[in-house]
Each structure stands twice: as structure tokens, then as C-alpha cells.
């Protein structure tokens, strides 16, 4: 069942210790400009560990399109510093962050799209990989 009364507010979220960040929703526009991030990844020459960069990608788009308000993160110096697109993708290069981003913000944004079909496809576009469940006919 899609659930339809989703918020469209912007939301709080503590990512680490000491550390708020507040995020938009996950609209379309969010997922389709961070799934052509992704394509990008796929479409490029270097197929080097193409798996994980575009799983960098897509949790880095989102958080650029995501991300409102911060406490708790600051420059060099400990000053705090505003959101922006470049101070998004520092904070994305801290490996902590980046794991709490991924997991507390995108995950369930993920999880929730999967919810829509309980009979998806196969990442590789078929089902193939599923297993039978009805009883062959004698």
C-alpha cells in the first residue's frame, strides 16, 4: 500500500553526536536528479568500483538537494559554517557522516519506493532470480 499522507516539512535529524542536520523530504525531482548522478557513474569510462561511486553519488545528490539547516559542524577553525553545496560535499567525505546520511536519511527513503511493489523486478530487469512458489502442475 502507498501511504499518502507523507510530510512534506523539513525534518531533524541527529547524525552524530553533537551533530543536527535538517533535510527536505526525498521528492521525485530529488530522486531523479540523483539517479542521473548515477547514470553518469555507469555512463563514464572509468567502470573502476562503479558500484560504490554510484552509491556515492546518489547519497551525495541527495544530501546536496536535502540538506537545509546544520548544527554542529564547523571549518578548520571550529566556527560554524553555512550549508552550502561545497560544505555539503566536505561533510560527504567524512566517513561517518557519510554512513549516517546514507543510513538514517536515504535508506528508509529507498526502503519506502520498495514498499510500492511487493513484487519488484530483479536489478538485473527480469525475474529470473526469483523462486517458483506454485506447485508444478502433475
Known amino acids: 500500500m502507498i501511504k499518502l499522507s507523507q510530510s512534506v516539512e523539513p525534518f531533524w535529524l541527529d547524525v552524530l553526536p553533537g551533530v543536527r542536520i535538517r533535510f527536505r523530504p526525498i521528492t521525485v525531482a ?6 542521473e548522478a548515477v547514470g553518469k557513474v555507469f ?13 556515492i553519488a546518489l547519497v551525495r545528490e541527495l544530501a546536496r538537494r536535502g540538506i537545509v539547516e546544520w548544527e554542529g559542524i564547523g571549518d578548520a577553525d571550529g566556527q560554524p559554517i553555512p550549508v552550502t553545496r561545497e560544505a555539503v560535499d566536505l561533510l560527504m ?8 546520511i546514507d543510513n538514517l536519511y536515504v535508506a528508509p527513503a529507498l526502503a519506502r519506493d520498495a514498499e510500492k511493489n511487493a513484487s519488484s523486478n530483479s536489478s538485473a530487469g527480469t525475474s529470473v532470480v526469483a523462486r517458483d512458489t506454485a506447485t508444478p502442475a502433475a
Open 30 to 35: 530529488s530522486m531523479l536528479v540523483a539517479r
Open 43 to 55: 555512463r563514464g569510462e572509468d567502470q573502476d568500483d562503479v558500484g560504490a561511486r554510484a552509491n
Open 93 to 100: 567525505e567524512n566517513w561517518p557522516a557519510y554512513d549516517a
